[in-house]
Protein backbone atom coordinates (compact mmCIF):
# COMPACT_ATOMS: atom_id res chain seq x y z
CA UNK A 1 0.00 0.00 0.00
CA UNK A 2 1.35 2.99 -0.82
CA UNK A 3 2.04 6.34 1.81
CA UNK A 4 -0.46 8.29 -0.17
CA UNK A 5 -3.41 5.53 -0.17
CA UNK A 6 -2.69 4.16 3.69
CA UNK A 7 -2.77 8.21 4.69
CA UNK A 8 -6.49 8.86 2.82
CA UNK A 9 -7.14 5.57 4.50
CA UNK A 10 -6.08 6.69 7.99
CA UNK A 11 -7.82 10.32 7.31
CA UNK A 12 -11.07 8.82 6.15
CA UNK A 13 -11.33 5.91 9.93
CA UNK A 14 -10.68 8.94 11.64
CA UNK A 15 -13.42 10.81 9.87
CA UNK A 16 -15.83 8.25 10.16
CA UNK A 17 -15.31 7.96 13.95
CA UNK A 18 -15.59 11.60 14.61
CA UNK A 19 -18.78 12.26 12.94
CA UNK A 20 -20.25 9.22 14.91
CA UNK A 21 -19.08 10.96 18.21
CA UNK A 22 -21.73 12.89 19.60
CA UNK A 23 -19.87 15.92 19.55
CA UNK A 24 -19.39 15.86 15.99
CA UNK A 25 -22.96 14.95 14.48
CA UNK A 26 -24.46 17.39 11.86
CA UNK A 27 -21.15 18.37 11.15
CA UNK A 28 -19.98 18.36 7.39
CA UNK A 29 -17.79 15.50 6.34
CA UNK A 30 -15.14 18.63 4.53
CA UNK A 31 -14.98 20.45 7.78
CA UNK A 32 -14.29 17.26 9.89
CA UNK A 33 -11.35 16.20 6.67
CA UNK A 34 -9.35 19.55 8.00
CA UNK A 35 -10.07 18.77 11.04
CA UNK A 36 -8.67 15.24 11.14
CA UNK A 37 -5.32 16.81 9.76
CA UNK A 38 -4.58 18.79 13.41
CA UNK A 39 -5.00 15.43 15.53
CA UNK A 40 -2.67 13.90 17.82
CA UNK A 41 -3.67 10.52 18.68
CA UNK A 42 -2.44 9.73 21.98
CA UNK A 43 -2.53 5.99 23.83
CA UNK A 44 -2.13 6.25 27.10
CA UNK A 45 -1.30 3.98 29.80
CA UNK A 46 -3.12 2.78 32.91
CA UNK A 47 -3.00 5.76 35.70
CA UNK A 48 -1.24 7.73 33.71
CA UNK A 49 -2.44 11.46 33.92
CA UNK A 50 -3.50 12.89 31.07
CA UNK A 51 -4.59 17.07 32.60
CA UNK A 52 -4.90 18.14 36.08
CA UNK A 53 -6.93 20.74 37.27
CA UNK A 54 -5.88 24.57 36.63
CA UNK A 55 -3.89 23.22 32.96
CA UNK A 56 -4.47 25.82 30.62
CA UNK A 57 -6.50 24.59 28.81
CA UNK A 58 -5.48 23.70 24.99
CA UNK A 59 -7.05 20.84 23.88
CA UNK A 60 -10.19 18.81 23.04
CA UNK A 61 -10.00 15.13 24.17
CA UNK A 62 -11.66 12.43 22.49
CA UNK A 63 -11.99 8.98 24.42
CA UNK A 64 -12.13 6.29 21.26
CA UNK A 65 -11.42 3.13 23.83
CA UNK A 66 -11.11 2.98 27.45
CA UNK A 67 -11.98 4.50 30.44
CA UNK A 68 -10.96 7.47 32.42
CA UNK A 69 -10.84 8.84 35.82
CA UNK A 70 -11.82 12.14 36.41
CA UNK A 71 -10.64 13.31 40.45
CA UNK A 72 -11.13 16.68 42.35
CA UNK A 73 -9.48 17.44 45.35
CA UNK A 74 -12.07 19.15 47.60
CA UNK A 75 -11.97 20.43 51.28
CA UNK A 76 -14.74 19.89 53.71
CA UNK A 77 -15.30 21.43 57.16
CA UNK A 78 -16.50 18.99 59.83
CA UNK A 79 -18.09 20.52 62.27
CA UNK A 80 -18.59 18.81 65.39
CA UNK A 81 -20.91 19.63 68.35
CA UNK A 82 -20.00 18.09 71.81
CA UNK A 83 -22.72 20.01 74.07
CA UNK A 84 -23.69 18.65 77.16
CA UNK A 85 -25.74 20.44 80.17
CA UNK A 86 -22.39 19.69 82.13
CA UNK A 87 -20.16 21.09 80.45
CA UNK A 88 -21.42 23.95 77.63
CA UNK A 89 -21.27 23.73 73.96
CA UNK A 90 -17.92 23.00 72.04
CA UNK A 91 -17.39 22.93 68.75
CA UNK A 92 -14.43 21.58 67.19
CA UNK A 93 -14.08 22.56 63.70
CA UNK A 94 -11.54 20.54 61.01
CA UNK A 95 -10.79 21.43 57.54
CA UNK A 96 -10.47 17.82 55.26
CA UNK A 97 -9.20 17.29 51.99
CA UNK A 98 -10.46 14.68 50.38
CA UNK A 99 -10.25 13.31 46.52
CA UNK A 100 -13.38 12.53 45.06
CA UNK A 101 -13.43 10.10 42.29
CA UNK A 102 -15.65 9.72 39.41
CA UNK A 103 -15.48 7.10 36.62
CA UNK A 104 -16.15 7.44 32.91
Not at 11 to 33: T, Y
Not at 34 to 56: A, M, P, S, W
Amino acid sequence: MSIAISTKWRVQKRVNFLKEAGLFQGVNARLISTLVYHIKVLTLTRNQVLFKEGDEVTHIYVIKKGEITLQKEVQLKLEVDTSSPMTGVIKIKNNIKKIVQVLI
